[in-house]
C-alpha cells in the first residue's frame, strides 16, 4: 500500500500526559498536512510543511502543540500536557503538483485521540 | 464562521435513488474538492473542480462547479449501499491549506 499511514491508529490517554502521532506520506510528496477534526464536524487546518519547512501555522496549534518532519520524509506531531479538548481525529495529508500544475491533498485513516 | 456551507447536513434515501448534496460558498472558490468520509477513517479523494461551469463524473457520481464558483452540487445516481458515509467538500485557502464544510452524512436504506 503506497497511500499516507498513521500511527498509531487509536491512542487513549489520561489527562496530563504527552502523546506522539506519526504519519508517513505518500513516497515523493513534497507537502504534508496535518488536520484536527472532532465529531460532526470537517477537519481544521492545523498545519503544513513543505519538505522539511514548517511553512504555516493555524492559531489552534497552541504551544502544548508541536510538529515535525525533520527529513522532509515523515512527520510527527506531539501533544504536550493533554486536555479532554483535545480529543478529536488527527489527520495527515500529503500533496504534490502533477503535471498538469494540478495539487491534490491526499489523505491518511487518521489517529484517533481520546484524553481521559 | 463556516466559510463552506454544505446541504442537507443528513440525508436518508432509498437504495435505488437519486440525490444531490450542495456546496455553498460566500466567496469565489479557487479549487473545490469533493472527499468521501466513512465513519472513523480518513477521506478518500472523489473529484476536484477549478473552472466555471465545469463537471466530472466517477462512476455514478457527478459534481458541477456553478460558472460563477461560488456553489458545487454532488450527484449520486441509483445510490447503492456502497455510496453511505460523510461527504465533505473542501476549498484551498491561502497557499495550500483545504478549508471544509461541516459535511453531509448519507444513509442508504435497502
Known amino acids: 500500500d503506497t497511500g499516507v499511514s498513521q500511527n498509531p491508529r487509536h491512542k487513549i490517554t489520561k489527562r496530563g500526559q504527552n502523546v506522539t502521532f506519526r504519519c508517513d506520506p505518500i513516497?515523493?510528496?513534497?507537502?504534508l498536512y496535518w488536520y484536527r477534526q472532532t465529531l460532526g464536524q470537517g477537519p481544521e487546518f492545523l498545519t503544513y510543511?513543505?519538505?522539511?519547512?514548517?511553512?504555516?501555522k493555524s492559531r489552534l496549534l497552541s504551544d502544548r502543540f508541536s510538529a515535525e518532519r525533520p527529513k522532509g520524509s515523515f512527520s510527527t506531531l506531539e501533544i504536550q500536557r493533554t486536555e479532554q479538548g483535545d480529543s478529536a481525529m488527527y489527520l495527515c495529508?500529503?500533496?504534490?503538483?502533477?503535471?498538469?500544475?494540478?495539487?491534490?491533498?491526499?489523505f491518511g485513516p487518521g489517529t484517533r485521540l481520546l484524553v481521559l | 464562521s463556516q466559510e463552506l456551507e454544505q446541504s442537507p447536513q443528513s440525508l436518508i434515501v432509498q437504495e435505488g435513488k437519486n440525490l444531490t448534496i450542495n456546496c455553498t460558498s460566500s466567496?469565489?472558490?479557487?479549487?473545490l474538492y469533493w472527499y468521501k468520509q466513512k465513519y472513523g477513517e480518513g477521506l478518500i479523494f472523489l473529484m476536484m473542480?477549478?473552472?466555471?461551469?465545469e463537471e466530472k463524473s466517477h462512476e455514478k457520481i457527478t459534481a458541477k462547479l456553478d460558472e460563477k464558483k461560488q456553489q458545487s452540487s454532488l450527484h449520486i445516481t441509483a445510490s447503492q449501499p456502497s455510496h453511505a458515509g460523510i461527504y465533505l467538500c473542501?476549498?484551498?485557502?491561502?497557499?495550500?491549506?483545504?478549508?471544509f464544510g461541516q459535511g453531509t452524512r448519507l444513509t442508504i436504506n435497502p
Open positions: 510543511f513543505q519538505n522539511e519547512a514548517q511553512l504555516e
Open positions: 473542480l477549478q473552472k466555471g461551469g
Open positions: 513516497s515523493e510528496h513534497n507537502r
Open positions: 495529508a500529503s500533496s504534490d503538483r502533477d503535471r498538469g500544475g494540478q495539487e491534490t491533498q491526499y
Open positions: 466567496k469565489t472558490l479557487y479549487g
Open positions: 473542501g476549498a484551498i485557502k491561502g497557499a495550500q491549506k483545504l478549508v
